[in-house]
């Protein structure tokens, strides 16, 4: 019997290979079965998905299918690993079911999908478009490509982003130890939120500034103080008056405009 032959070794009666072709009709049987069952399986939502993909794997490696058959169900669990995020094997179902079968078009958009997913930008387009000259009629495939498209703009845009800031904090260090100032950490970030210095395209820094008031516990905030401005042009924007005023035997000048209604009947002008 086939059964009992050793492994690697050929068939020599018409029993044995009787027999052979019995097993692997059996097995092909089962692979299918185990195929539609893992179809049905993802039908039934999300709880069964693992369960789906380990009857594509038994299927798989019945080893007695053809290359077709094969590729649908390395596509199969590539689509499965994609609902459950398993991006990166279902990238590798796909390629393998691309190399089994290079006209599987759902495997072009699942691995595409997948590289998308990955934000592997270059490669996600790459399979599109392959996918689309095999079937130009395709609609998945063609909105895929346009969200492709669209990722890889914005993508773009946000390096040129980030490549833009970083010239402009070099260019902001550079401005600093050509002036040798040091800065210390930051502080009252309440009331200045996240203003920071900024160098202009003409070389000129610009400070945010903040005035305390300790006495009246208020403060003013400057947003835009140019290194070339006085404080005597901003202070006149300001605009306030001073006044003395006897904080118990203390004389304190203090902003008109900053005094509560208590302190204005205690002081006089």
Same mark, same amino acid.
């Given at each position: ?40 399986? $993802? ?28 590729? $649908? ?6 689509? $499965? ?91 902001? $260090? ?96």
């Amino acid at each position: 019997m086939a059964l009992w032959m050793e492994a690697g070794s050929e068939p020599k009666t018409e029993s044995e290979i009787a027999d052979l072709e019995a097993i692997s009709a059996l097995k092909e049987s089962a692979a299918l079965e185990l195929k539609e069952k893992g179809n049905e399986l $993802v039908k039934k939502g999300k709880k069964y998905y693992p369960e789906a993909i380990d009857c594509y794997s038994r299927a798989i490696n019945q080893k007695v299918l053809n290359d077709q058959d094969i590729s $649908v169900l390395f596509s199969n669990r590539a689509h $499965v690993n994609l609902l459950l995020g398993n991006y990166r094997r279902a990238l590798t179902d796909s390629q393998e079911a691309i190399k089994l079968s290079p006209a599987n078009v759902k495997a072009y958009y699942r691995a595409a999908k997948a590289c998308l997913l990955l934000n592997l930008l270059s490669e996600a387009k790459s399979y599109c478009e392959t996918g689309i000259e095999k079937e130009p009629n395709n609609e998945e495939l063609k909105k895929l490509a346009k969200l492709i498209d669209l990722k890889k703009l914005e993508h773009e845009q946000r390096e040129a982003q980030v490549s833009k800031a970083l010239v402009e904090a070099k260019d902001l $260090v550079s401005a600093f130890e050509d002036r040798r100032l040091k800065l210390g950490r930051s502080m009252y970030r309440e009331l200045t939120g996240l203003r920071k210095p900024v160098l202009d395209k003409n070389g000129i820094l610009h400070w945010p500034v903040l005035l305390l008031y300790a006495e009246v516990m208020s403060s003013d905030f400057i947003e835009d103080f140019c290194e070339t401005d006085l404080f005597s042009a901003h202070l006149d924007i300001i605009s306030f008056k001073v006044v003395h005023l006897y904080i118990g035997t203390k004389k304190t000048c203090i902003p008109v405009k900053l005094l509560n209604s208590t302190m204005r009947r205690n002081c006089s002008f």
